[in-house]
T-cell receptor
């Protein structure tokens, strides 16, 4: 059974650019959640996708958007990057809503 | 998400010691999850708890779902160097599918 995978591992962008991060969910999982983790803090919920529909959103501006595909993989898109967007972005999948979430290794985004 | 308060914020362990940490909230939770995160990696699920009063073990780790449903505890027995890392509690409140996280407890080996 393949776990949650994320790509790329690291990314460096400049202010104002756009970025797309990708996540493949664990086999059999239909729910994907995205988190932003700043250094020294716990993961902050960005949004969740359930069966290809957005199912809840945290306190993040609209320039953070996402998609979930029919195979339940997912993308996180961030437009107009700001310096404060520098963080570890984590994706987690679960077999259904309100179940245990299994995390990928994360994508480290640096905005210069 | 709901506010989760984890304590202690950090702790130093000596090999062989038993250590404890906890997580509290003003809200009722119906699921508690405990994760460990190593530097630069994603959190790894250690233990999941679903019922008030539940006590669950995973090797040297034991976690409990508090009877009030507003707290949870994690104990590590006979600690070893690889127990170093950041431990997070997380949970779901009733009718909410967002997983809330505590700020973490950083465990370091005492020199």
């Amino acid at each position: 059974e393949t776990g949650v995978t994320q790509s790329p591992t690291h990314l460096i962008k400049t202010r104002g650019q756009q970025v797309t991060l990708r996540c493949s969910s664990q086999s059999g999982h239909n729910t994907v959640s995205w988190y932003q983790q700043a250094l020294g803090q716990g993961p902050q919920f960005i949004f969740q996708y359930y069966r290809e529909e957005e199912n809840g959103r945290g306190n993040f501006p609209p320039r953070f958007s996402g998609l979930q595909f029919p195979n339940y993989s997912s993308e996180l898109n961030v437009n107009a990057l700001e310096l404060d967007d520098s963080a570890l972005y984590l994706c987690a999948s679960s077999s259904d809503l309100a179940k245990e979430q299994f995390f990928g290794p994360g994508t480290r985004l640096t905005v210069l | 998400g709901q506010q989760l308060n984890q304590s202690p914020q950090s702790m130093f362990i000596q090999e062989g010691e038993d250590v404890s940490m906890n997580c509290t909230s003003s809200s009722i939770f119906n699921t508690w999850l405990w994760y460990k995160q190593d530097p630069g990696e994603g959190p790894v699920l250690l233990i999941a708890l679903y019922k008030a009063g539940e006590l669950t073990s995973n090797g040297r780790l034991t976690a409990q779902f508090g009877i009030t449903r507003k707290d949870s505890f994690l104990n590590i027995s006979a600690s070893i160097p690889s127990d170093v890392g950041i431990y997070f509690c997380a949970g779901y409140t009733p009718n909410d599918y967002k997983l809330s996280f505590g700020a973490g407890t950083t465990v370091t080996v005492r020199a």
